[in-house]
């Protein structure tokens, strides 16, 4: 049985009915208000039933959400989050445009973006939702130093950028060879897999654009 109980999560912001309105055609993207707050209280506070200490370095994270109402389909699967470093590899009129919109969205230009899928966070359950969002957060990680611990900045701050899953293994290996072949943390994975979830069963669908983006 699962040890926490996913009430906190009924809370959840919910996107804006304006984003359904077939007759609106002028916004498909808003700031998702209230999420950041619900991401603090639900995860990232001790108090909180589901509180993950894995996202403690979030602490010192600027992060800010996005709704998206357009469908984003890659390898004939559907994305439902994304999580993207703010930068602008471009020239200045578009780097200068794009700074704009996030100073529209949010009054300044956040470091990191989430975005999810609106539709999807209309129909998904509570669970879903926490699982989405959770694995978003996990694609911003605290980077590790030389000897694999923690890194943190010369003023102390955790050494925060984006981190892809954890696990990228083929199935026949660990049939054929083990976990203790396998790569990264399939291990870890695998032992994980064996204990009961500690939030809740959900369907873990690969629909994150992050890892969609870096699988090979
Ligand atoms: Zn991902």
Request: proline share 5%.
């Amino acid at each position: 049985m699962a040890k926490k109980t996913p009430e906190f999560a009924r809370t959840r912001p919910a996107p804006p009915e304006i984003l359904f309105d077939e007759s609106n055609w002028t916004k498909h993207f808003v700031p998702a208000d209230g999420l950041a707050e619900w991401v603090a209280k639900t995860l990232m506070d001790e108090s909180s039933p589901l509180y993950n200490e894995d996202h403690k370095h979030l602490h010192y994270a600027d992060i800010e959400y996005l709704w998206a109402a357009v469908e984003n389909k890659r390898q004939m699967r559907r994305i439902v989050g994304q999580c993207e470093e703010v930068t602008f590899r471009c020239g200045a009129w578009q780097k200068g445009r794009q700074e704009q919109q996030m100073k529209e969205w949010f009054g300044r230009v956040p470091a990191y973006l989430i975005t999810l899928d609106a539709n999807y966070a209309r129909e998904c359950s509570d669970i879903e939702f926490c699982s989405l969002v959770e694995h978003e957060l996990y694609h911003i990680a605290q980077e590790r130093d030389a000897f694999d611990a923690p890194a943190f900045t010369r003023d102390g701050l955790p050494k925060i950028g984006i981190q892809s899953h954890d696990v990228e293994e083929f199935v026949g290996i660990v049939r054929r060879y083990g976990v203790g072949a396998a790569a990264g943390k399939t291990a870890a994975l695998v032992d994980a897999s064996k204990r009961a979830p500690e939030v809740g069963n959900v369907d873990i669908a690969r629909m994150c654009g992050t890892c969609l983006l870096r699988a090979a």
